[in-house]
């Protein structure tokens, strides 16, 4: 067990909506990184909060939005949905600095139908 | 920008069989690199790391060198066993604009037969 808490497991939804995932790092972590693993286009990093603030931005769409909350849970909200948006989405947190490994949560699965 | 290559899969072994799976990256400065395994429904576990040249990271027969001068990071496994098969992802992490994400590689997956 990772420590790191994502919800829910599946969600299933259809084009056009919005959809929130939920994340809860480990305990004394305060970064949380959201990653997208698709099959064609393995693991990308969408972004990353540190202590409640937006710390880095990788490929995540502008109908995509993120924020760390001040009991440093985390959610991502995807709007707009898309048939190609249906991935596996992963919540991963970390203790700061570059030898520290990220851990991750089970991830959600979305499937946009 | 960094960058992480391994190489493409699938790989198919037969049980206590000896596994390499290459990883070389692209950094600027001194990353840490990670081996992560992810079994069939599950997420990412963290395998071994190493977080500075020559370091070896080794976890549950898993082993893995730090070579700054070739820039690589392959991991191996003197026996593999059925339950080792999973998909491999190589992976750095290195400061960049104040932060500390993961970069990873496309991932290899392994199945182990009996």
């Known amino acids: 067990d990772s420590g790191v808490t994502q919800t829910p497991k599946h969600l299933i939804t259809a084009t056009g909506q919005r959809v929130t995932l939920r994340c809860s790092p480990r305990?004394?972590?305060?970064?949380v990184y959201w990653y997208q693993q698709s099959l064609d286009q393995g693991l990308q990093f969408l972004i990353q909060?540190?202590?409640?603030?937006?710390?880095a931005k990788g490929n995540i769409l502008e109908r995509f939005s993120a924020q760390q909350f001040p009991d440093l849970h985390s959610e991502l909200n995807l709007s707009s949905l898309e048939l190609g948006d249906s991935a596996l989405y992963f919540c991963?947190?970390?203790?700061?600095?570059?030898?520290?490994?990220?851990?991750f949560g089970n991830g959600t699965r979305l499937t946009v139908t | 920008g960094n960058s992480v290559t391994q190489m493409e899969g699938p790989v198919t072994l037969s049980e206590e069989a000896f596994l390499t799976i290459n990883c070389t990256y692209t950094?600027?400065?001194?990353?840490?690199l990670f081996w992560y395994v992810q079994y069939p429904g599950e997420g990412l576990q963290l395998l071994l790391k190493?977080?500075?040249?020559?370091d070896k990271g080794s976890n549950k027969g898993f082993e893995a060198t730090y070579r700054k001068e070739t820039t690589s990071f392959h991991l191996e496994k003197g026996s593999v066993q059925v339950s080792d098969s999973a998909v491999y992802f190589c992976?750095?992490?290195?400061?960049?604009?104040?932060?500390?994400?993961?970069?990873f590689g496309k991932g290899t997956k392994l199945s182990v037969i009996p």
């Open positions: 909060y540190y202590n409640g603030e937006e710390r």
């Open positions: 950094a600027t400065g001194y990353p840490s």
């Open positions: 190493a977080t500075k040249a020559d």
């Open positions: 992976a750095l992490r290195a400061a960049g604009a104040g932060s500390y994400q993961l970069t």
């Open positions: 305990s004394g972590d305060l970064s």
């Open positions: 991963a947190s970390s203790a700061p600095g570059a030898d520290s490994p990220l851990h």
